[in-house]
Structure formats: C-alpha cells, structure tokens
C-alpha cells in the first residue's frame, strides 16, 4: 500500500516538473517536510519554480534549521499566503547559493513576508537603513554582520525579480542601489576603525560602470573611482593619504571573503591611470588628467559616472565638472574609430572556446547594445542633454524618442537587451557567482530555460499547451535576439543617416540635419554637408532603386567610415552609382552579395586609383562578386585577348585603344587586389605577386600594340622589311613593375634578307615611334609610357638598332653602367627568336667572366654616390626616400647588381634579372650572409609597398611619403597600421632603412 502511494505520488511529481521524483518523495517523508505532500496548491507551486527538486531540498534544509516553533509558523505561513509562497520558493528553485544563507540564517525567511510599498521599490536610504538595523542587532563582528545583512536585502531583490513583482530595469536599479549602500556603509565602518584618517579628509565615491549606470547585476565587480579633498587645516598630501587608507579598507570590506562569503569586489581600476595610478586623487588632480591624457574610451567610461558614497557635495562636484569632459569627447580625433576599435578588441580577446556561450561581449551580446547606445550618446549628447542618462535602457529610450534611432530598431534593442541581461542575472543567480557564459549542463539548462518561460516567445509548442523542449526553446530565442542585436548593432549608427535625407512618412520622427551632420563629422567625414548631399542624390525618393540604395547604405557607410578618407569613398560609390543606376544587375550584386558589396566599399575608400579606374568602365564592378574575379589572368591569357582585340580593329589607333581598354581593366582588377589583400598576407610574396601581374599585364599590351602598329605599317606599305623585338629593360624586365612604372625597353631588329638597312631602319623606326604614340596618348584610358632613353647613345642615339650596331656598339663605346642596366634585360615582345639572340649578345657583357675591374668597380661607387648628391628631390627626406634615399630600393639594388656583375659568370643563380631572386643566390653561394640579407630584403620590400601604396592612395606615382594627412593615413592603412599609427609606419621604415644601410655600406662601399 505504501509503495502504491509512493508510486501515485511519483508520477504527480513527474507532472509537476521533478526531475527526480523518487528523491523528492524521500525528502517529503521527512519529519518536517511531512504532510506537504497532500497539499496540492504547495506542490503546483512548487512545480511552478525553474527547479521543483531544488526548490524542495531548499525548503527542506530552511525548515529543519528552524526551531519547531517557528518550523510551524512557517508551514502554516506557506499554505496561507500566496505572496510568501510565490517569493520563497522562486527563490528555493532558481538560486542554490540563496538557499544556503537560508539555511545558514533560517529567520531572513521573514525578510519575504512582507508586502508594502516601500519593500516593492526600496530605494538607496532604504536599504542604508536596513544595513545598519541588521547589523546592529547580529551577534557577530560588524564585517560579517554587513555581509549577512547584505545578502539578507540580495534575497528581497530576487523575490521580488523572480516573482514578477518587478522587471529588469527595476531589479537593476534596486542592485545599484543596494551596492550604493553597501559601500557607504562599509565606508562609515572604515572610519569608525580610523577615526583619524576619517578626520582629514573628505572622501567620495564614484560608482562607474553598471554600478554608476544603476543596471548592476546580481554578481559583478562593483567599479568606482575615488575623489578626495583635505579638511579645513590638512595638507593635501596627509589628506590623500588618509584617503587611500579609507578606501583601501572599504574595499577590503567589500571584496575579502570570510565565512559569510564575500560581498563583491570592489574594482577601481577605472582611475586615471589605472592599476599604475594612486588610488585616490584630488578633483583638480582628476581634471588635469583628463584634460591632458585621458584616452577616448575613458570618456566613454566616465558616462556613468555617478556618486554613490560618502561626501555628496564633493561626489556632485566631480560628476559636474567630469560631465562637461565627456559631452567634448566626440570632438576629438578618430573618435568613432577608436570606440569601434576597442568594441573589435574586446571581441578578439575572448577565447574561441568561449566565444559561442558569451551573452556579454560576444557579437550579438550585450555589449554590442551597450558600445552602440553609449556611442550615439557620445556624437549627439553634445547638443541634446535629454541624452545623458547613464541608464542603458533609459538612454536607448531617448535616443529613440529625440529620433537618433528608429523607433521599430529601438523596440528590438530593447526586447533583446532585456533578454539577455534577464538571462545574465538568472545563470548568476544560481550560485552567485560571477559569469557571462551560456551554461552547458543539461539541469543548468532546464532550470535556466524555465525560469524564462514567460519571455519565450518561441512557436515550438507541444500539444498540451507546454513547450515540448524548453531547453532548445530557450536556445532559439537566445540566438534570434543576437542574431537581431548583431544586425542592429551593425547599423545603428549609420541607419538614420539615410532617414535624415529620405522622405519620411508626415509626423515621423527623424534625425534632424545637424545632428546627420554631426554623426557624419564624429565617423571621420571632413565635408559632412557634401557627405548629406551625396546621400540625398543616392536615398531620397520612392523608387526601388533608392530603397535598395537604402537598405544598402548604413553598413557601407560603417565601412567607408572604417578607411582613411570616408568622403572619397562615399563620392566614388556615388559616382558608380550614377553611372550604373539605370544596370539591373549592378545594386542587386551589392544587394544579394554582402561581400561584393564589402570589398567595393573597400576598394572605394582605400585610395584615387582604383576608383578612378572602376569609374572610367564602371561595369567591372562585376568582377567583385565572381570568387575567382580578382584573380591575375597571367600573360597568355591576356595575350590572346588583347590579340583578339587588336585583330578585330580596323586601325592602329582602334587596336591600341582596345589593347589599353584592357589593360585598364586589368589595372583595377589588380589595383583592387592589392588593396584587398589578396596577394597573400606574407608582404614579400605580396609584392612579387602585384609586381608580376603589373609586368605580364603590360608586355601583354606591348605585344598587342606592336601587332597593331605593324599591321597598320603593312597595310599601307607591304611585308615590312625588318624583323622586331622589344627587350624589357629595369623594373619592367625585373618583373617588379609598380602602378606606376614606366616600360623601360630597347628596340631591336635585323633587316630581312635584300633589304637595305636605311629602309629596314626607317621601317622599324615608324612602328616604334607610333606604338610609343598610342600608347602614351591622350585617352580615357590610362597611358602606358614606353621609354627608351637606355638605348646606346641615349635620346641621341637611334630609336631602334640593328643587332649588329648593338654588338659593335657595346664592342667599342660601351660604358659599365650600361653592363648593370642590362642586367635587368629581358625579351618581352616581338620575334622571340631575335629577342634570344639579343640575349646571348648581352650575357657576356653582364655577367663578364673575370668579374668587375677596379676601375669599373671605382666608377660604379662614383655614380652612385653622385646619384645619392644630386638626384634627391629640394627637400626630399633622405630617410624616407623610397628609391634613392637611405637604405632605399637604389640602395638594395646596386648592391646585388654589383654581386651579379662580380660573380654572375660562375653562380647561375644570379643570372636572374629579379632583385629578390638574385639576392638569395647571393646568399646560397656564400656571398652574403643570411642576416645581412634578411635586412636588404626586408627593406627593398618595404619600400615597394610604400609606393605602390603612394601610387594606389594618391593616383599618382611618389616615391616619398605624402605629406597631406590623409593620404599618408591611407598608406598607412595599406600597410597594416591602424587609425593613429601613421608615426609608427615612419619610424619603422627609417628602423627598416638604415639597418639596410649599414649592409650596404659594408657590401657595396666596403
């Protein structure tokens, strides 16, 4: 019969939400559990807790601890009053930690009886008061005491929260304000312990963060800052000093654990300075800090500032004369990007392990709500003080209401904030402990998911009317509202931008056009009025086409804002946009294509020359949302191509322009790479790439518009007389051609047999002179300039030779330095089988077999040094000269000429016509040592990258760094360094430079 009633008494367990029912029917046997069993109103309510079975064992604990008297009280208490029943076992069922004080200090049950006005919404002096009754009749030291009594007024707040009776601003703000308490009172204990200290200075207490903002958890370090002041007739020194021995011990009080446990840390490393700073400062000290050397996420910080502790007057004085710092913040430079940076390094930090569980700082977490209130706050609390609650909630509320933020994003904010901060505080309040990470315990998850159930608005409902798994309920509500949070945090800043220039529905609410203008200047524009036209031209109207140019244009916007020049960006994607408008295709790739529309963004801002190229055949847009678009073609692929092309031309004119149509594709094809990154992320490897692309690129176009050119030639005189080919010479045969290098050549040719060489001259110079024409002539495309002044005799000598007179020529008249130009020699186009000829012809002379004279050796030094005197631009920076400056490409490249002309006739390595290549033959014979190359090589890379990051910022070849701010900031950026960091870039390459320098002075000049 008694395991028939068990049996029945189980399953009504197992109904009610036990996990563990046989357990559960064991503790109800128990003396004072007995009975309880046959009360089905204390068994639903049971069942109604996150935890029935913890709820259990904690009612059971608290009455065993109880003497029968007030065991009796209570069961009758419980079965009679709702009120008690709801708050005490929501308590029991969701906080283990919270049944252990119970059952360690069985009385504070009575803490939850009551039910008037002041115990729904206790306030600061409410709870002050209720510290120091608690404390004044516990038979323990006064340390304890606080604890106890602190804990006790913890239990009325998680009641309360956990009952409904309040929501989640409520609980946070009740947290707050108990912390405000606890601290002032441990503060009064610290001075009644050193009443000395107490009587030389006056001493406030800042709360910052959460504690400052009123939106405290449940278990969080408290963050403060110390303010102090001397009394009448105290030195500031002494006052200070008594300062710190008061806060320290306050601190002490708060954070030390005993065997009441431990109220919370106290954490004032918010202090200027930090951890590295006094713990207690003066106001004038504070002020000049911040005035001087605060960093921006300071100011943020101090946005909740608040006083909650000791002197009021001082503790109002500090927050009065800090809050005019924080409304100057924005004003300061790379604001924007420094908070965004911060958000993106705060991310980074958190271990991959971590990163899918974090409800605080992970993306979609609350502190993406968190960055972007305080952020708005930050642009627009300048000028509208209805900004300046410290108060999450509170200040989203007003971003929304004074039409900063869209009121439907501001609804989603809101719900997902008070989601997951409701989460936050019921995973702590488990054990109260400090933690912001998704449980993984399957109980921990039950128990976590039912105490949520009524802010789960999941459709997952099982036929009963229940959730048929509350777990995977809770899961899909967690990840939608960090789905939504991550969206909106994504937009926010940048959305209502674009509804400040639409047309808004009459009534609505918008950003007015000085608060767009002022959100426009704080992300880094310089011409916010002209940023707003652009966006007016681009979103204004009710065509599709500016719909979907609104839906596009906040998230561009954040990445434009994320480059060095965000007003060209925004003006380049005008202008593409006003070319392709009318292209079905075009805002359906940045629509559909999230990363096509990233890297345009990108590649918009990053520079003049990519831009400048898109926009002159805007269509090539297309090639970003093709994975493989941005791929270089190679040399015989676009050979053919431009063959093709030509082939198709009525005229040399017509082929060549088509030849340079192509390569002006091609230019922004790779341009758009490169400042993409996707040369790799290894920076020589990156450079050889580019260099190469750029090389085969353009002795494709030679090939093509020598083609042309003899074509045309043929046409109109018959079978030309002369065999041709085009030899590279300097970068463009050293395959490290740059956006901006011109294509060094010599022209070769041979007369066909019977042709006497006045007209196979005459011949061969009309095609050269009129493909060097075409190329370089005034055109919507880019010129590709073709120069010749290395041919025997300079620009007085013959345009193009016979192989003959180059052989006589370099027999008799040839000088040394023309045997180092040539050894970047290289067929490039034209008859390869005269081009091989020529080759051999020249080998000799550049890789001689007795090595280099010392006369010819003297004479090479004597040039470079007249070079390095002469050549420098007026008021160059021989520090920072990427060619011939100190330790620059000259540098680099003579000295391993000067190894390839030495020894080059017995290392076959260095018969190479490639800098980098040459020097690691150098090295793998023992002619240099591996760190001495390391250097060079590092150097010569480095300053390829400068200039092609000059060449792709400017538009225009430099070969020193810019002097206009921005654009050095866009090199910068092209190289890795971040907003602010433009310094650092030159420091490293005058590092970089000048221990290449000292190699070169040894190997070259040694």
Same mark, same amino acid.
């Given at each position: 019969?008694?395991?028939?009633?068990?049996?029945?008494?189980?399953?009504?367990?197992?109904?009610?939400?036990?996990?563990?029912?046989?357990?559960?029917?064991?503790?109800?046997?128990?003396?004072?559990?007995?009975?309880?069993?046959?009360?089905?109103?204390?068994?639903?309510?049971?069942?109604?807790?996150?935890?029935?079975?913890?709820?259990?064992?904690?009612?059971?604990?608290?009455?065993?601890?109880?003497?029968?008297?007030?065991?009796?009280?209570?069961?009758?208490?419980?079965?009679?009053?709702?009120?008690?029943?709801?708050?005490?076992?929501?308590?029991?069922?969701?906080?283990?930690?919270?049944?252990?004080?119970?059952?360690?200090?069985?009385?504070?049950?009575?803490?939850?009886?009551?039910?008037?006005?002041?115990?729904?919404?206790?306030?600061?002096?409410?709870?002050?008061?209720?510290?120091?009754?608690?404390?004044?009749?516990?038979?323990?030291?006064?340390?304890?005491?606080?604890?106890?009594?602190?804990?006790?007024?913890?239990?009325?707040?998680?009641?309360?929260?956990?009952?409904?009776?309040?929501?989640?601003?409520?609980?946070?703000?009740?947290?707050?304000?108990?912390?405000?308490?606890?601290?002032?009172?441990?503060?009064?204990?610290?001075?009644?312990?050193?009443?000395?200290?107490?009587?030389?200075?006056?001493?406030?207490?800042?709360?910052?963060?959460?504690?400052?903002?009123?939106?405290?958890?449940?278990?969080?370090?408290?963050?403060?800052?110390?303010?102090?002041?001397?009394?009448?007739?105290?030195?500031?020194?002494?006052?200070?000093?008594?300062?710190?021995?008061?806060?320290?011990?306050?601190?002490?009080?708060?954070?030390?654990?005993?065997?009441?446990?431990?109220?919370?840390?106290?954490?004032?490393?918010?202090?200027?300075?930090?951890?590295?700073?006094?713990?207690?400062?003066?106001?004038?000290?504070?002020?000049?800090?911040?005035?001087?050397?605060?960093?921006?996420?300071?100011?943020?910080?101090?946005?909740?500032?608040?006083?909650?502790?000791?002197?009021?007057?001082?503790?109002?004085?500090?927050?009065?004369?800090?809050?005019?710092?924080?409304?100057?913040?924005?004003?300061?430079?790379?604001?924007?990007?420094?908070?965004?940076?911060?958000?993106?390094?705060?991310?980074?930090?958190?271990?991959?392990?971590?990163?899918?569980?974090?409800?605080?700082?992970?993306? #979609? &977490?609350?502190? !993406?709500?968190?960055? /972007?209130? @305080?952020?708005?706050?930050?642009? +627009?609390?300048?000028?509208?003080? %209805? *900004?300046?609650?410290?108060?999450?909630?509170?200040?989203?509320?007003?971003?929304?209401?004074?039409?900063?933020?869209?009121?439907?994003?501001?609804?989603?904010?809101?719900?997902?904030?008070?989601?997951?901060?409701?989460?936050?505080?019921?995973?702590?309040?488990?054990?109260?402990?400090?933690?912001?990470?998704?449980?993984?315990?399957?109980?921990?998850?039950?128990?976590?998911?039912?105490?949520?159930?009524?802010?789960?608005?999941?459709?997952?409902?099982?036929?009963? #009317? &229940?959730?048929? !798994?509350?777990?995977? /309920?809770? @899961?899909?509500?967690?990840?939608? +509202?960090?789905?939504?949070?991550? %969206? *909106?945090?994504?937009?926010?800043?940048?959305?209502?931008?674009?509804?400040?220039?639409?047309?808004?529905?009459?009534?609505?609410?918008?950003?007015?056009?000085?608060?767009?203008?002022?959100?426009?200047?704080?992300?880094?524009?310089?011409?916010?009025?002209?940023?707003?036209?652009?966006?007016?031209?681009?979103?204004?109207?009710?065509?599709?086409?500016?719909?979907?140019?609104?839906?596009?244009?906040?998230?561009?916007?954040?990445?434009?804002?994320?480059?060095?020049?965000?007003?060209?960006?925004?003006?380049?994607?005008?202008?593409?946009?006003?070319?392709?408008?009318?292209?079905?295709?075009?805002? %359906? *790739?940045?629509?559909?294509?999230?990363?096509?529309?990233?890297?345009?963004?990108?590649?918009?801002?990053?520079?003049?020359?990519?831009?400048?190229?898109?926009?002159?055949?805007?269509?090539?847009?297309?090639?970003?949302?093709?994975?493989?678009?941005?791929?270089?073609?190679?040399?015989?692929?676009?050979?053919?191509?431009?063959?093709?092309?030509?082939?198709?031309?009525?005229?040399?004119?017509?082929?060549?322009?088509?030849?340079?149509?192509?390569?002006?594709?091609?230019?922004?094809?790779?341009?758009?790479?490169?400042?993409?990154?996707?040369?790799?992320?290894?920076?020589?490897?990156?450079?050889?790439?580019?260099?190469?692309?750029?090389?085969?690129?353009?002795?494709?176009?030679?090939?093509?518009?020598?083609?042309?050119?003899?074509?045309?030639?043929?046409?109109?005189?018959?079978?030309?007389?002369?065999?041709?080919?085009?030899?590279?010479?300097?970068?463009?045969?050293?395959?490290?051609?740059?956006?901006?290098?011109?294509?060094?050549?010599?022209?070769?040719?041979?007369?066909?047999?019977?042709?006497?060489?006045?007209?196979?001259?005459?011949?061969?110079?009309?095609?050269?002179?009129?493909?060097?024409?075409?190329?370089?002539?005034?055109?919507?495309?880019?010129?590709?300039?073709?120069?010749?002044?290395?041919?025997?005799?300079?620009?007085?000598?013959?345009?193009?030779?016979?192989?003959?007179?180059?052989?006589?020529?370099?027999?008799?008249?040839?000088?040394?330095?023309?045997?180092?130009?040539?050894?970047?020699?290289?067929?490039?186009?034209?008859?390869?089988?005269?081009?091989?000829?020529?080759?051999?012809?020249?080998?000799?002379?550049?890789?001689?077999?007795?090595?280099?004279?010392?006369?010819?050796?003297?004479?090479?030094?004597?040039?470079?040094?007249?070079?390095?005197?002469?050549?420098?631009?007026?008021?160059?920076?021989?520090?920072?000269?990427?060619?011939?400056?100190?330790?620059?490409?000259?540098?680099?490249?003579?000295?391993?000429?000067?190894?390839?002309?030495?020894?080059?006739?017995?290392?076959?390595?260095?018969?190479?016509?490639?800098?980098?290549?040459?020097?690691?033959?150098?090295?793998?014979?023992?002619?240099?040592?591996?760190?001495?190359?390391?250097?060079?090589?590092?150097?010569?890379?480095?300053?390829?990258?400068?200039?092609?990051?000059?060449?792709?910022?400017?538009?225009?070849?430099?070969?020193?760094?810019?002097?206009?701010?921005?654009?050095?900031?866009?090199?910068?950026?092209?190289?890795?360094?971040?907003?602010?960091?433009?310094?650092?870039?030159?420091?490293?390459?005058?590092?970089?430079?000048?221990?290449?320098?000292?190699?070169?002075?040894?190997?070259?000049?040694?």
């Amino acid at each position: 019969m008694v395991a028939e009633r068990s049996s029945r008494l189980e399953i009504r367990l197992v109904r009610r939400g036990f996990s563990d029912p046989q357990a559960a029917v064991g503790l109800l046997d128990e003396p004072w559990l007995h009975g309880l069993a046959d009360d089905p109103v204390l068994l639903d309510a049971l069942g109604a807790t996150a935890d029935p079975d913890l709820a259990l064992l904690g009612l059971g604990r608290l009455l065993e601890a109880l003497d029968p008297a007030e065991r009796h009280t209570l069961r009758d208490t419980l079965t009679s009053s709702k009120p008690l029943r709801d708050r005490l076992l929501s308590v029991l069922g969701a906080s283990t930690a919270l049944g252990d004080h119970l059952a360690r200090h069985p009385r504070d049950w009575h803490a939850l009886v009551t039910f008037e006005l002041r115990d729904i919404h206790p306030g600061t002096e409410d709870f002050r008061r209720e510290l120091h009754r608690r404390m004044g009749t516990a038979g323990t030291d006064r340390a304890d005491a606080l604890r106890i009594a602190y804990r006790r007024c913890l239990l009325t707040i998680a009641a309360r929260d956990l009952s409904g009776t309040t929501d989640l601003p409520q609980t946070a703000a009740e947290l707050a304000d108990l912390a405000g308490a606890t601290l002032q009172t441990a503060l009064e204990i610290a001075a009644e312990e050193d009443p000395e200290a107490a009587g030389r200075c006056r001493l406030a207490v800042i709360g910052m963060g959460k504690c400052g903002g009123r939106e405290l958890n449940y278990v969080s370090d408290v963050d403060v800052i110390f303010v102090a002041e001397p009394r009448e007739g105290v030195e500031e020194l002494q006052a200070v000093q008594a300062a710190t021995r008061l806060a320290a011990r306050m601190m002490r009080l708060c954070s030390d654990t005993t065997g009441e446990g431990t109220i919370w840390p106290v954490d004032a490393n918010l202090r200027p300075e930090g951890r590295n700073g006094p713990l207690v400062r003066t106001l004038a000290s504070h002020l000049a800090y911040y005035q001087r050397w605060a960093k921006t996420w300071e100011f943020q910080a101090l946005l909740k500032a608040r006083p909650v502790a000791g002197d009021a007057e001082l503790g109002a004085a500090y927050a009065e004369a800090t809050g005019a710092l924080v409304w100057q913040a924005a004003e300061r430079d790379n604001f924007v990007a420094d908070v965004q940076q911060m958000r993106r390094r705060v991310v980074d930090a958190i271990p991959v392990t971590e990163l899918d569980r974090q409800l605080k700082l992970g993306p #979609g &977490g609350l502190r !993406d709500v968190e960055f /972007a209130v @305080q952020l708005l706050q930050l642009v +627009h609390g300048r000028t509208d003080a %209805r *900004l300046h609650s410290p108060t999450t909630l509170a200040a989203l509320a007003a971003l929304s209401a004074g039409g900063y933020v869209g009121r439907a994003d501001a609804a989603s904010l809101d719900a997902a904030y008070r989601f997951l901060r409701a989460m936050e505080h019921r995973i702590q309040l488990h054990r109260l402990r400090r933690t912001h990470l998704m449980p993984t315990d399957p109980a921990d998850l039950r128990r976590l998911a039912r105490s949520l159930g009524a802010q789960i608005n999941d459709t997952g409902l099982s036929g009963q #009317g &229940g959730r048929a !798994d509350p777990v995977a /309920a809770l @899961q899909r509500e967690w990840k939608r +509202h960090a789905v939504e949070v991550r %969206r *909106l945090h994504e937009k926010l800043f940048y959305r209502p931008l674009l509804d400040a220039v639409a047309e808004l529905p009459t009534g609505a609410i918008g950003l007015s056009t000085q608060a767009a203008k002022a959100r426009l200047e704080a992300l880094g524009y310089a011409d916010p009025a002209a940023a707003l036209r652009h966006l007016t031209a681009l979103a204004s109207g009710v065509s599709r086409k500016a719909a979907i140019q609104r839906t596009l244009l906040p998230v561009l916007l954040g990445w434009f804002a994320d480059s060095a020049d965000p007003d060209a960006g925004l003006l380049n994607f005008r202008q593409v946009s006003d070319a392709l408008g009318r292209t079905p295709w075009y805002l %359906r *790739l940045l629509r559909d294509e999230s990363a096509a529309a990233e890297q345009l963004a990108r590649v918009l801002s990053a520079g003049r020359l990519a831009p400048d190229l898109l926009l002159r055949a805007p269509e090539a847009v297309a090639m970003l949302g093709d994975p493989q678009g941005l791929l270089p073609r190679g040399r015989v692929a676009l050979t053919q191509e431009i063959r093709s092309a030509v082939g198709r031309a009525g005229s040399a004119a017509a082929g060549v322009a088509a030849a340079r149509g192509v390569r002006r594709r091609e230019l922004f094809r790779t341009s758009a790479a490169d400042v993409l990154g996707r040369f790799g992320e290894e920076p020589g490897a990156a450079v050889d790439a580019a260099a190469e692309a750029l090389t085969a690129l353009n002795a494709a176009t030679l090939q093509g518009a020598l083609l042309a050119c003899v074509t045309e030639w043929e046409a109109a005189n018959g079978e030309l007389p002369t065999r041709l080919a085009v030899i590279a010479m300097g970068r463009f045969g050293g395959h490290e051609m740059g956006y901006g290098s011109d294509a060094d050549v010599l022209f070769v040719h041979e007369p066909l047999l019977g042709v006497l060489d006045h007209d196979a001259a005459k011949a061969a110079y009309e095609v050269c002179n009129r493909l060097r024409t075409l190329l370089a002539s005034p055109s919507t495309e880019p010129p590709l300039l073709v120069d010749a002044d290395l041919r025997p005799e300079g620009r007085q000598g013959p345009l193009a030779r016979t192989l003959a007179s180059y052989e006589a020529y370099y027999r008799r008249w040839s000088h040394v330095w023309e045997s180092q130009a040539l050894l970047r020699a290289e067929p490039v186009a034209g008859d390869p089988e005269l081009g091989e000829r020529f080759r051999a012809l020249i080998d000799p002379l550049r890789y001689p077999g007795a090595g280099v004279p010392t006369q010819d050796l003297l004479e090479i030094r004597r040039i470079k040094a007249r070079i390095e005197a002469e050549r420098l631009p007026r008021g160059a920076d021989p520090t920072t000269h990427t060619k011939i400056g100190r330790g620059g490409l000259a540098d680099v490249e003579w000295t391993v000429q000067l190894l390839q002309l030495q020894h080059g006739h017995r290392v076959p390595g260095l018969r190479t016509t490639r800098t980098r290549a040459a020097l690691a033959a150098a090295v793998e014979a023992g002619l240099v040592e591996v760190e001495d190359a390391a250097v060079l090589d590092a150097a010569w890379v480095l300053a390829s990258r400068v200039r092609s990051a000059v060449m792709l910022v400017r538009g225009r070849a430099g070969d020193s760094f810019p002097s206009e701010a921005r654009e050095l900031a866009g090199v910068a950026r092209y190289l890795g360094y971040g907003s602010g960091h433009t310094g650092e870039l030159v420091d490293e390459y005058r590092r970089t430079t000048r221990r290449a320098r000292a190699v070169v002075e040894e190997l070259f000049y040694g």
